[in-house]
């Protein structure tokens, strides 16, 4: 969390394509206020805020969360869940009984009552930038066994891969305030055509970012 700001951004700019290729939809119906105390403490820390760009706070990151974990992704279209829950292999992705809506769910309160017992009863998001950070790592490197069923490596694959996609995704869709993250790594967004483009490689395509909406300042009069 504390490497030179040139790592941030080369982590951010590898992350880009992926990120926003997997937009999906955040807590079932609304976020209540304890799960968005963890939300915004965990995504600011997974993308903090600097001289560089925004972080994922700034960027409406939690925003996104909300309305996406409502939705179709948030229920598990996509997903099979309808057992049996073995433990598979990661190349066998999502393996879960819950829907990512309930594994927020779930994994907030696991983790909150994992603090409670280590953190002299404190939620995560009571605690420093620094134990916030120790246990995020923690989580990525399945070092902590949370209570009710939850997978702490899993979920934090998924909390840090839904964190990218609402920073780098279209503003349509509630992240990437401004087009803050765009303008941060270079990305000119939807443009109609880049087909002069195509083939100048390393070259910075020198437009200013629009989204699926258009640039802030359109309107159907303009």
């Known amino acids: 969390m504390d490497k030179p700001k040139l790592d941030r951004r ?13 937009v999906a939809g955040a807590l079932g119906a609304k976020i209540h206020d304890g799960e968005r105390e963890f939300i915004e403490a965990a995504v ?10 925004p972080g994922a706070v700034e960027a409406n990151v939690p925003f996104f969360l909300d309305r996406q974990l409502a939705g179709p992704f948030g229920r598990g279209d996509h997903y099979y869940l309808g057992g049996p829950w073995a433990k598979g292999a990661p190349e066998q992705g999502y393996q879960s009984r819950f829907s990512p809506a309930q594994m927020y769910r779930a994994a907030i309160g696991a983790i909150n009552k994992y603090t409670h017992a280590n953190h002299s009863g404190a939620d995560f998001a009571k605690l420093s930038e620094d134990e916030r950070d120790a246990l995020l790592k923690d989580f ?8 009710d069923g939850v997978d702490a490596k899993a979920f934090f694959a998924m909390l840090l891969q839904n964190t990218k996609e609402g920073y780098f995704s279209d503003p349509i869709y509630g992240g990437n305030k401004d087009m803050a993250a765009w303008k941060m790594i270079g990305f000119p967004g939807a443009h109609y055509d880049y ?9 910075p395509v020198p437009f200013p970012p629009v989204g699926f909406k258009g640039r802030p300042g359109w309107n159907s009069e303009t």
Not at 140 to 147: D, I, R, S, T
Not at 197 to 203: A, D, F, K, L, N
């Open 195 to 203: 087909r002069e483009w195509v083939s100048r490689h390393g070259e």
């Open 140 to 147: 990525e490197a399945g070092k902590v066994q949370l209570e």
């Open 10 to 22: 080369h982590f951010l700019l590898g992350s880009a394509v992926a990120a926003t290729a997997g």
């Open 44 to 53: 600011g820390r997974l993308i903090p805020n600097d001289e560089v760009g």
